[in-house]
């Protein structure tokens, strides 16, 4: 690990959750596919705080994930939960399902009552077009209440689930239609990091996450040449997507990118720009 003095580590993407939260298709299949670094039910309160302690992580972001079509529901009350020994350290980020009745008034709720600070949606494993109305209602609660948008916008593991809705150029219409709203693309629109680059340049709200990329380290390098071709990696955050993965692997996996025997070198100040330069405030005031 590099010296943090002066510099702050922030994973902006990690989860929380009991194994009876996930219901009966998404850890089985997580285990199966992704190999994640602890088994899908070891992401509890105790083993969250032992993983940021060990890389060194000041603060971070704690992700819900509702998928109603396969019965999982990490519910918004338990990441208030967690965040409540948290206050200062940690953002929440909600989740709802835009087709459940009553979506946004669950997002009020889970901001005004709950203090969370963020959304996470997922037109993919969600199965809803990201233009439909449903969500619509969805995004304008995050606009009435001033918070961030993070989508799961990208490759999907579960067969169930609808990958022609995880194309990142879809969010092209939101991120116009909502200008003031940041966006944060999860795992920067994996497999489609290019079009997700686009996507930024485009529209100054949108940003992307690079979580679950560390092991991907061909496609992380691609993604981060494109963005710094066209000047947006300011807006790239760190990301590790605890438990699949451990955020000091992750952080030792992408520093590593700056060895990689490539044509053109992706610079060590550009990772460690990443790593250490993005405090919550970037997009929680």
């Known amino acids: 690990m590099p010296d943090l003095a002066g510099r702050e580590l922030v994973d902006w993407h990690t989860h929380i959750w009991r194994p009876e939260q996930l219901g009966p298709v998404w850890g089985p299949r997580l285990d199966a596919v992704c190999a994640p670094a602890r088994p899908s039910a070891m992401a509890d309160f105790a083993e969250h705080e032992a993983a940021m302690r060990e890389a060194g992580v000041q603060r971070f972001g704690l992700v819900g994930l509702t998928i109603d079509q396969i019965g999982m529901d990490v519910p918004n009350d338990y990441v208030a939960e967690y965040l409540s020994t948290n206050r200062g350290r940690a953002i ?38 990201p233009h439909a109305p449903e969500a619509w209602e969805v995004y304008e609660a995050a606009a009435e209440l001033g918070i961030f948008l993070m989508f799961h916008q990208g490759g999907v593991f579960i067969p169930e689930c609808t990958l022609e809705y995880g ?33 930024m340049v485009k529209n100054p709200n949108v940003y992307a996450d690079i979580s679950a990329l560390a092991h991907r380290p061909w496609q992380l390098y691609n993604g ?62």
Do not use: N
Request: some cysteine; charged content about 25%.
């Open 92 to 129: 929440g980020i909600a989740s709802v399902d835009p087709r459940r009745p009553g979506a946004a008034d669950e997002v009020r709720r889970a901001v005004r009552e709950l203090g969370l600070h963020g959304l996470k949606l997922s037109p993919p494993y969600q199965g809803y077009h």
């Open 167 to 199: 194309q990142p150029v879809l969010l092209d219409k939101v991120a116009r239609s909502f200008p003031q709203t940041p966006l944060v693309v999860a795992h920067m629109g994996k497999p489609w990091c290019a079009e997700t680059v686009e996507l």
């Open 224 to 285: 981060l040449l494109a963005a710094l071709e066209y000047r947006v990696t300011d807006r790239l955050l760190f990301g590790s997507d605890f438990p699949v993965f451990d955020p000091a692997d992750c952080v030792q996996r992408i520093r590593a990118l700056a060895d990689l025997d490539a044509p053109i070198p992706i610079p060590i100040e550009v990772i460690d720009d990443i790593l250490y330069h993005r405090p919550l405030e970037t997009l929680v005031p």
